[in-house]
């Protein structure tokens, strides 16, 4: 199931360069180095991780696609295109999230096996 793990580090690491885009250096540390928090207590990480992440869909992805998407109306630019792919943004930061589902699954029939 390493490729649940790709996901949930995929998400964090656009999100930190969501961050570094902006100079904010500090939430794009924040931002990459949280997926290690994984390799601490699984179960509590975890699902922090996945909180983490359905927040910043609504919180870092959402309002700023607003804001870009007023921005090129104001300019009288096409919004459409932009709408889509941040839209496919939002979906796959959310499907990193449901990854973490499958990951404490994962760690709950490992551990009723031994």
């Known amino acids: 199931m390493w490729w649940r793990w790709l996901w949930i580090v995929l998400a964090f690491w656009l999100l930190s360069a969501h961050f570094l885009r902006y100079d904010q250096l500090y939430g794009m540390g924040i931002f990459a180095l949280a997926p290690l928090a994984g390799l601490i207590k699984?179960?509590?990480?975890?699902?922090?991780?996945q909180l983490a992440l359905v927040i910043s869909t609504v919180t870092v992805w959402g309002l700023s696609t607003v804001d870009m998407i007023q921005m090129r109306l104001a300019h009288d630019a096409p919004w459409q295109r932009l709408a889509a792919i941040m839209a496919t943004v939002m979906i796959f930061t959310l499907v990193a999230a449901w990854c973490g589902n499958g990951l404490l699954r994962q760690n709950k029939a490992r551990q009723t096996q031994d």
């Open 42 to 49: 699984p179960q509590i990480s975890i699902r922090l991780l």
